[in-house]
């Protein structure tokens, strides 16, 4: 009888298969359909991909479909119980809290929505952090914010950008929201308020790629969605839901090339995942190897899994840009030298079990590999990995017994020569004594011969600590790798090689982004397919999202109510006098540097410096460092070290 979950796993390919049939132009995919139900061909489950340098998976190209794919007929998507107003809290983690943020303001906005404090498009605008505060410099001006200020959108003209260029950030992109930065300990805090469809703008073209086909797009949304919603609705006090890294989601802005990421957000326009009436967690990885894990597996999370299982994904292996590592080895062990000592090791621990010392024994070659171990049942995360081995041991040789040789008979007919007497007498009966005593026997080593034993022995070695580490054939930092083993014979049936292969990259939980990738290119199959089979307990349903109420800049009225008064704008600095002897000019490279009446941070400060502020120095530095300086309007000491000539 088979077992509940073979079952399952039957029931599954029947359900793909036929509504593959259904959709696909029989002619012309029939081929690839049968390898699939099959198994993945030689060619395709033997590719091989080298590791990048780099501990980031490369953007992948497009898988082409055999086939133009055709239009989907999708099941109809239910309207969620679940309301929202569909905004979202970043938090810019990548930026790793700025001294100073230089922004362009390429849209219409005012700070903390103050239609007296507001900025001309395109406004260039610097933030910067000192003891603690937010200074804001625009203009020639620098402004001290407080503890926190935020860049509040406005609505624009229809089509035009709308939305925060961030010189710090990796890319170009535009910020679409609104921009509050607060004063932390260290430096500045940025978080984006920002609609869930735009931020998917910006998650989606960096989590997978704009070059996918378009239904594994949209299965990609659809999970970064689910995903968002859920760490939103699970931020508790936080003054931010989720941040711009791996720790979340990758979020890089928005960038209008990416067209089939745009149509695939806008296509699937609040759709989420339901599990037992909330978001579910919808992970999702790089490439499972080729099969799923669950949550509470790689992570220990109880009651996570009950939208997820542990199944084959002949997607995702049949994908020739799944990534894997892999090594090769003769049955000699020709290949690694690394791998031949830690087998040799564990041999010689072996055999020295059994009696065999150093120097009795030589390794020979491998019989066999298994995987061995699962760290759970039906799982190809393998503990260990068992090699069968051959030794060459140092045995005694077994000789022939000798055969006594006869003494010649005597002669009759010869007579007795007389004894001698006297001295010659007795000298004749010592050496006849010493002649006629048996000669001690000498000790002999018995005789050893090298042969092949007859016996294989087990041998059994650390996937994670000895292969995957001292073979580097990792593909993670954790350990979470599957292990297989490929055996190639020679024409008598006999082992010639040994390939070991990892593949798995990332954590292996939901959704394989490879394995979409394939499912959309290369069989033609839509994003609920794609979700039914990652998630095959999730409940999909959509969000009905408010409309975003943008107030024009003209409809505020005169005064917000601030918390605190408007801040004063500091005037433009006045020109700099003439350099007297022993002067020189020189410019502040610090994000705010304190003026103090004198040489010691214990002294009243004077004034506060931007960033690039030229001044005038005119003395030498003291012993501590400090150097007496002055402008046009205030005069007192600095730290050298804060300044370039």
């Given at each position: 009888?088979?077992?509940n ?6 029931r599954?390919?029947m359900?793909?298969a ?21 198994g993945?061909s ?7 991909v080298t ?9 992948p190209?497009d898988?082409?479909?055999?086939t ?21 809290r ?9 001294q100073?943020l ?18 001309d498009?395109?406004a260039?605008?610097?933030?910067s ?8 410099s ?13 860049l ?11 939305g ?9 992109t ?7 930065v ?19 703008y910006?998650v ?11 239904e ?10 689910t995903y968002?919603m ?6 508790g006090?936080r003054?931010?839901d989720?941040?711009d ?10 960038d209008a090339?990416?067209q ?16 037992d009436?909330?978001f579910a ?6 490439s499972?190897g ?14 996570s899994?009950?939208?997820l299982a542990?199944?084959d994904?002949?997607f995702d ?7 894997q ?11 690694s030298?690394?791998?031949k000592?830690?087998?040799e090791?564990?041999l ?20 066999s ?8 049942e039906?799982?190809r995360m393998?503990e ?8 060459r041991l140092?045995k ?6 000798p055969?006594?040789t006869e ?8 007579s ?10 007795a ?6 004594e010493?002649e006629?005593?048996?000669?001690t026997a000498?000790?002999t080593?018995v ?7 007859d016996?294989?022995?087990?041998v ?17 930092g954790?350990d979470?790798e599957?292990i297989?083993v490929?055996?190639?014979a020679d ?8 390939t070991?292969?990892?593949r ?8 394989s982004?490879r394995g ?12 609920q397919?794609?979700i039914?089979?990652?998630?095959p ?6 969000m009905?999202?408010p409309e ?5 800049l003209?409809?505020?009225?005169d005064?917000?109510?601030a918390?605190r ?10 020109p700099?006098?003439?350099l007297?002897?022993g002067?020189?000019?020189a410019?502040?490279?610090?994000s705010a540097?304190n003026v ?5 941070t214990a002294?009243r ?9 030229r001044?005038?120095?005119?003395s030498?530095?003291?012993?501590d460092g ?6 046009a309007?205030?005069?007192?000491y600095?730290?050298?070290e804060?300044?370039e000539?």
């Amino acid at each position: 009888m088979k077992d509940n979950r073979t079952v399952r796993n039957a029931r599954r390919v029947m359900a793909l298969a036929l509504t593959m049939l259904l959709m696909l132009d029989a002619p012309a995919r029939a081929g690839g359909l049968f390898d699939w139900l099959l198994g993945p061909s030689a060619t395709e489950a033997a590719a091989v991909v080298t590791l990048p340098p780099a501990d980031q998976m490369p953007i992948p190209q497009d898988v082409e479909a055999e086939t133009p794919v055709p239009e989907a007929t999708l099941a109809p998507i239910p309207e969620a119980a679940i309301q929202d107003d569909g905004v979202l809290r970043v938090l810019l983690a990548s930026l790793s809290e700025p001294q100073q943020l230089h922004l362009t303001l390429a849209g219409v906005y005012a700070v903390d929505g103050d239609p007296g404090f507001r900025f001309d498009r395109d406004a260039r605008v610097a933030l910067s952090w000192a003891e603690g505060r937010v200074y804001l410099s625009v203009g020639g001006l620098t402004i001290d914010m407080g503890a926190s200020v935020t860049l509040t959108r406005h609505r624009a003209a229809e089509g035009a950008e709308n939305g925060i260029y961030i010189d710090e950030s990796e890319k170009r992109t535009l910020y679409c929201g609104d921009l509050k930065v607060s004063a932390e300990q260290n430096g500045l805090k940025p978080v984006l308020s920002i609609q869930a469809e735009d931020y998917l703008y910006g998650v989606v073209a960096y989590e997978m790629s704009d070059s996918f086909p378009i239904e594994a797009l949209k299965a990609q949304a659809v999970a970064a969605r689910t995903y968002a919603m859920q760490r939103k609705w699970q931020a508790g006090g936080r003054d931010y839901d989720l941040v711009d890294t791996t720790a979340d989601q990758v979020f890089k802005g928005y960038d209008a090339a990416y067209q089939n990421v745009v149509r695939a957000v806008d296509d699937t326009r609040g759709v989420v995942g339901l599990y037992d009436g909330a978001f579910a967690v919808c992970y999702y990885t790089a490439s499972n190897g080729g099969q799923t894990a669950l949550a509470s597996q790689i992570w220990k999370r109880a009651g996570s899994d009950g939208y997820l299982a542990m199944e084959d994904d002949p997607f995702d292996l049949e994908n020739p840009r799944s990534l894997q590592n892999d090594l090769t080895v003769t049955a000699k062990c020709e290949g690694s030298a690394a791998l031949k000592a830690m087998l040799e090791q564990a041999l010689g621990e072996r055999l020295a079990a059994d009696g065999w010392g150093a120097g009795e024994w030589e390794f020979d070659s491998i019989a066999s590999v298994t995987p061995v171990n699962p760290r759970f049942e039906g799982s190809r995360m393998y503990e260990g990995l068992e090699f069968g081995l051959r030794a060459r041991l140092l045995k005694p040789v077994a000789t022939p017994t000798p055969v006594p040789t006869e003494s010649p008979a005597e002669s009759p007919t010869e007579s007795p020569a007389p004894e001698p007497t006297g001295e010659a007498g007795a000298l004749a009966a010592i050496f006849t004594e010493e002649e006629t005593q048996a000669p001690t026997a000498e000790p002999t080593e018995v005789p050893r011969a090298w042969a092949l034993s007859d016996e294989i022995y087990p041998v059994t070695l650390s996937v994670y600590d000895q292969i995957k580490d001292k073979l580097s054939l990792g593909l993670n930092g954790s350990d979470c790798e599957l292990i297989s083993v490929e055996t190639q014979a020679d024409a008598d049936g006999e082992p010639r090689a040994f390939t070991l292969i990892m593949r798995r990259f990332g954590h292996g939980v939901g959704m394989s982004q490879r394995g979409a990738q394939w499912m959309a290119g290369h069989y033609g199959m839509n994003w609920q397919q794609i979700i039914a089979f990652y998630y095959p307990g999730l409940s999909v349903e959509r969000m009905a999202w408010p409309e975003e109420g943008l107030t024009a800049l003209d409809a505020l009225p005169d005064s917000v109510g601030a918390a605190r008064p408007k801040p004063t704008p500091t005037p433009t600095p006045a020109p700099l006098p003439a350099l007297k002897e022993g002067e020189r000019y020189a410019a502040v490279t610090a994000s705010a540097l304190n003026v103090r009446e004198q040489p010691t941070t214990a002294a009243r400060v004077v004034d506060r410096l931007a960033k690039g502020r030229r001044l005038i120095v005119s003395s030498q530095p003291d012993e501590d460092g400090w150097v007496a300086v002055h402008t046009a309007e205030i005069e007192g000491y600095v730290k050298e070290e804060y300044l370039e000539y």
